[in-house]
T-cell receptor, first 116, second 109 residues
Framework: GAVVSQHPSWVICKSGTSVKIECRSL??????MFWYRQFPKQSLMLMAT?????????EQGVEKDKFLINHASLTLSTLTVTSAHPEDSSFYIC????????????FGPGTRLTVL | KNEVEQSPQNLTAQEGEFITINCSYS?????LHWLQQHPGGGIVSLFM???GKKKHGRLIATINIQEKHSSLHITASHPRDSAVYIC???????????FGQGTRLTINP
C-alpha cells in the first residue's frame, strides 16, 4: 500500500513553455500533498503544501504565479511550471499524506525537468 | 545551528560491513523518518519512528527521544545499499518535514 506516482518521470521543454506534472496517490486518499524541488547533491526543498479543495500554501521565496498547484481531488495534485526557464530545471518530487495508517508522507518517484 | 544534523556526511565501506548512520536534532518532534534516495532516483521511505526501534529486513532504526538522537543500521551491507540516506523530522504541531543533509553511502564489492 501507500503508492504515489508521478507523471511524467522526465520532461524536456523549450524555454517559455509551460509544463504540468501530476502526482497521484494510487491506493489511499491524500488530504495533503507536498511539492519539493531538489538540485543536484542537495536536500529537498519544500515548495508548497496543498490541502484538497483549498489553495496551496507556498514557502517563502516560491512564486505562486510561476508554480501553479492544483489539488482538486483526494488522489490528484498537479504542479504547473509556467513560462519555464533554464533555471527551473530541477528534480521535482511530490509526497502525499492521508489519515489513519496513511498519516505520514509517502513520496513519489520524482520528475526530472530540463528546460532548454 | 541546524535543527537536524546527520553524520557522517559520506561513508564508504566494504560489502558485508555493519553500517551506522546517525541523526541528532534539537527540536521537539512528533515523528522521525529515514528516507533512501538512489542516484537520480526518487525517495523511498524506510521507516517512520516516534519511539523505540523498528526492523525491516537488514535495516534497523532506533530513536531515543530524551537524547534527541536516532540511528539507522544496515547489517550485512551490499553494493545495492549504496544511496543517500536522509533523516527527516516532523516537528510537533507542524505538517512539513525538516530534512537533514543526507549521508552518502557507498558499499564496495
Amino acid at each position: 500500500g501507500a503508492v504515489v506516482s508521478q507523471h511524467p518521470s522526465w520532461v524536456i521543454c523549450k524555454s517559455g513553455t509551460s509544463v504540468k506534472i501530476e502526482c497521484r496517490s494510487l491506493d489511499f486518499q491524500a488530504t495533503t500533498m507536498f511539492w519539493y524541488r531538489q538540485f543536484p547533491k542537495q536536500s529537498l526543498m519544500l515548495m508548497a503544501t496543498s490541502n484538497e479543495g483549498s489553495k496551496a500554501t507556498y514557502e517563502q521565496g516560491v512564486e505562486k504565479d510561476k508554480f501553479l498547484i492544483n489539488h482538486a481531488s483526494l488522489t490528484l495534485s498537479t504542479l504547473t511550471v509556467t513560462s519555464a526557464h533554464p533555471e527551473d530545471s530541477s528534480f521535482y518530487i511530490c509526497s502525499a499524506q492521508g489519515s489513519g495508517n496513511y498519516n505520514e508522507q509517502f513520496f513519489g518517484p520524482g520528475t526530472r525537468l530540463t528546460v532548454l | 545551528k541546524n535543527e537536524v544534523e546527520q553524520s557522517p556526511q559520506n561513508l564508504t565501506a566494504q560489502e558485508g560491513e555493519f553500517i551506522t548512520i546517525n541523526c541528532s536534532y534539537s527540536v521537539g518532534i512528533s515523528a522521525l523518518h529515514w528516507l533512501q534516495q538512489h542516484p537520480g532516483g526518487g525517495i523511498v521511505s524506510l521507516f517512520m519512528l516516534s519511539s523505540g526501534k523498528k526492523k525491516h529486513g537488514r535495516l534497523i532504526a532506533t530513536i531515543n527521544i530524551q537524547e534527541k538522537h536516532s540511528s539507522l543500521h544496515i547489517t550485512a551491507s551490499h553494493p545495492r545499499d549504496s544511496a543517500v540516506y536522509i533523516c527527516a523530522l516532523r516537528i510537533q504541531g507542524a505538517q512539513k518535514l525538516v530534512f537533514g543533509q543526507g549521508t552518502r553511502l557507498t558499499i564496495n564489492p
